[in-house]
């Protein structure tokens, strides 16, 4: 064959790709998916359009809105459907109007949705199954059920999806729900929440949660079950409820510098077991600063400062705590209940009734810490 002959044969995908336009070309949005093949950019221009759109087993397209264009649902059950796609680009456009949600991604690889804005609807971002969907730097605004939701269907739900630097603001219920495994839940932003902020499915796994902001949420800032999950630097700030709360359908989380500053109940409660902590923080809780329900858990560096409650109440069995300490906590610094614990280096000053304030007839274990006032 010849050489011009060969290269033309291995350039033909590349000189195929076209940008579609809206409305100049075609018409509506759903004429120019259904035109689209491989490789193909979709470019609609600013301006009011109705849905629903409907991409259905499309792969390497992308759809991009100029101007950030509105897309009208017309009350059908999702504005922008993505279902079976893969490396399918949706970014910056206005959703609106759907009964049950804006975006809704089923069984998508590689999608990813970026830069685009939810107004209102149940739920702003829906994530149903697939693998390494991506869903980023949106602004998801007024969502009465959920703002942005990772959910299982029969995939068995998502796996290996990101979730980054979007603003979920005035929920109603939750701003971001997770299913699946091995998700990555990073540098969010949400305000106010009339409800919780980020909570996790009871079977999700591996699930990565760092440097996410809750503000101001009316209840909870992290509600989180499942298995093995990570946090590292999240912050919550004035939670009308709990921080950080891990339900008894938790075990074997890592958290690591995440810090919480006036929460209406308690910083972290935690009734899940094998949880590690480190350099975890607590500011001026109206309740307990850590409160400990579960066994074989492990608290180093944990420091609460200035709560209306006890500092760190214990009471569980069989848990290590290295180098923890409450200062200026309103009742007790440490209040233990449970027994065969361990506290070495630990200490509490301050505290309005006692800094060690020990139930009787216990088999607790004191290395080299510091408490200046205790029980008989």
């Not at 990570?230 to 995440?258: C, M, Q, Y």
């Not at 200035?306 to 610094?333: K, M, P, Q, W």
Request: glycine share 14%.
């Amino acid at each position: 064959m010849p050489r011009l002959a060969l290269a033309m044969l291995f350039l033909a995908p590349l000189l195929r790709a076209d940008t579609l336009k809206v409305p100049s070309q075609f018409a509506t949005i759903q004429q120019a998916v259904d035109a689209a093949v491989a490789g193909d950019v979709i470019v609609v221009s600013k301006g009011p359009f109705v849905g629903p759109v409907f991409v259905t087993g499309k792969s390497d397209i992308e759809l991009r809105g100029k101007g950030l264009p509105t897309l009208d649902g017309t009350g059908a059950g999702s504005t922008l459907d993505i279902e079976d796609c893969t490396n399918v680009l949706v970014k910056g456009f206005e959703i609106t109007n759907a009964l049950t949600q804006g975006i809704f991604v089923v069984n998508g690889i590689g999608v990813r949705i970026t830069k685009c804005h939810t107004l209102g609807m149940p739920v702003g971002i829906h994530v149903r199954d697939g693998d390494t969907v991506t869903v980023d730097h949106n602004q998801v605004v007024g969502a009465t059920s959920v703002g942005i939701q990772l959910s299982s269907g029969v995939g068995g739900g998502p796996v290996a999806c990101t979730v980054r630097a979007n603003h979920v603001e005035d929920t109603t219920n939750l701003a971001i729900m997770v299913d699946g495994q091995d998700g990555v839940i990073e540098r969010n932003v949400i305000k106010p929440a009339s409800g919780d902020g980020i909570s996790s499915h009871i079977n999700s796994l591996h699930a990565r949660f760092a440097r996410n902001r809750v503000l101001d949420a009316t209840n909870n800032g992290f509600v989180l079950e499942g298995g093995q999950h990570e946090l590292d630097r999240n912050k919550v700030l004035r939670a009308g409820g709990d921080s950080f709360v891990f339900t008894g359908n938790s075990s074997d989380f890592v958290l690591t510098h995440n810090r919480t500053t006036e929460p209406g109940g308690t910083g972290f409660l935690v009734d899940g077991d094998d949880m590690s902590f480190d350099h975890d923080r607590v500011l001026k809780p109206i309740g307990d600063g850590v409160e400990l329900g579960k066994e074989t858990c492990h608290l180093k560096n944990v420091r609460v400062l200035h709560g209306l409650g006890n500092g760190i109440e214990v009471n569980a069995d069989s848990n290590t705590f290295d180098d923890c300490r409450a200062t200026g906590c309103g009742y007790d610094g440490f209040a233990v209940t449970g027994t065969l614990n361990t506290f070495t280096k630990c200490r509490a000053k301050g505290s309005g009734n006692l800094d060690l304030d020990e139930a009787e007839g216990l088999d607790n274990t004191y290395t080299d810490c510091k408490f200046k006032t205790t029980s008989p």
